[in-house]
């Protein structure tokens, strides 16, 4: 006999796509896989970039009780903003270059493995950042970084998205950056003022990890990882780029570590250029950046890979 019992509402999953995903062969047969593995009750909804938010927001509004994000690491972060303190459970579909934020909950890239994660309805709360009112995920950054991603695009629309021209626009941008940023660093409360080409904030263990960065003690606390760079020309980008690839970056020589649960980020210019999970924002100044513990209930295995899942024991609420 036919079970006749209608589904539950909150059982039903919403997959947002980018329209940019799914244009590739392989993308396509990744999108195909899962949703056949999410079955029936799985409806996806393809939208352009600008639209990604709004079709979340709205997914909450028309009553599904998850909503998947099935994209790269900038599709994931605007679906989570969308999602963050909704009640909602998220899921993730990683189709991305590097898919740092998945690969830190334990995630598989396999298509297949993704989906059976989210039926598996094994859910962990996740603590997520945000600098101006804007959610990320993994990480923001200022200077030489955004302007990695400007050439990044560039050599994405002539070879298409791969890790090889990623690591090419890296290259490049060095050999051209030349202007270091003057900032004021508010740290916990404690000021300094740096002079710095590169800025950066972490809130993924996973990426730190997988760099060989310290830091990962400060994420499992609950609190951003601030590295900034000390200025010491090209010659010194290119030689912190090595040390990098070859994860011997080390505190004290090649960046200054600080960790704060608050952070504030002031420069003369009315506005900066901020790299978030990726994507590339126009920010006004001052920034502020602090933690939204508890944020999302996120599909993950039930042994995650890193720390930085779970919300930290003794974490601010």
């Keep these: ?19 940019g995903s799914g244009r590739n062969s392989r993308e ?3 999108i195909r896989i899962a949703m056949e593995v999410l079955g029936p009750h799985a409806v996806l909804r393809r939208v352009n970039g600008h639209d990604i938010k709004a079709t979340a927001q709205q997914a909450v509004r028309d009553g599904f009780g998850a909503v998947v994000a099935a994209g790269g690491d900038g599709t994931i972060m605007t679906v989570a903003g969308a ?3 909704s009640g909602r459970r998220f899921g993730v579909l990683p189709l991305g270059t590097f898919n740092y934020f998945a690969r830190g909950l334990g995630i598989p890239e396999d298509p297949a493995g993704a989906a059976r994660i989210i039926l598996d309805g094994h859910t962990r709360p996740y603590a997520v950042g945000e600098v101006n009112g804007h959610v ?12 990695i991603l400007r050439a990044r695009e560039d050599v994405y629309a ?13 290259a490049k941008t060095f050999v051209r950056f030349q202007r270091p940023l003057f900032l004021t660093v508010q740290a916990d409360g404690e000021e300094r003022r740096v002079r710095t080409p590169l800025l950066f904030v972490a809130r993924s263990a996973y990426q730190l990890e997988s760099f ?3 830091g990962s003690d400060c994420v499992a606390d609950g609190r ?20 990098l690839v070859r994860r011997s970056m080390r505190e004290g020589r090649d960046f200054d570590l600080l960790c704060a649960s608050e952070v504030g980020i002031a420069t003369r210019s009315r506005h900066l250029t901020v790299a978030c999970d990726g994507e590339k924002f126009r920010m006004r100044t001052p920034l502020r950046l602090r933690m939204r513990h508890d944020a ?6 039930s042994e995650a890979v890193s720390g930085e899942v779970t919300e930290p024991t003794g974490a601010a609420a």
């Excluded at 298409?160 to 690591?167: F, K, L, S, T, V």
């Excluded at 999302?296 to 295995?301: N, T």
Aim: aromatic share 12%; net charge positive.
């Design 296 to 301: 999302l209930e996120v599909f993950a295995p």
């Design 158 to 170: 002539r070879w298409g998205r791969r890790r090889i021209a990623a690591h090419w626009s890296a």
């Design 136 to 147: 990320f995920l993994n990480n923001i950054s200022l200077g030489i970084y955004p302007a």
């Design 212 to 214: 060989g960065l310290a």
């Design 83 to 85: 999602m963050a303190d």
């Design 28 to 30: 396509a047969d990744a």
């Design 1 to 19: 006999m036919t079970d006749q019992t209608p589904r539950r509402t909150d059982d039903r999953i919403c997959v947002i796509c980018n329209q």
């Design 224 to 243: 951003f990882a601030v590295f900034v760079a000390p200025d010491t020309g090209r010659v010194g980008l290119f030689e912190k780029a090595f040390r």
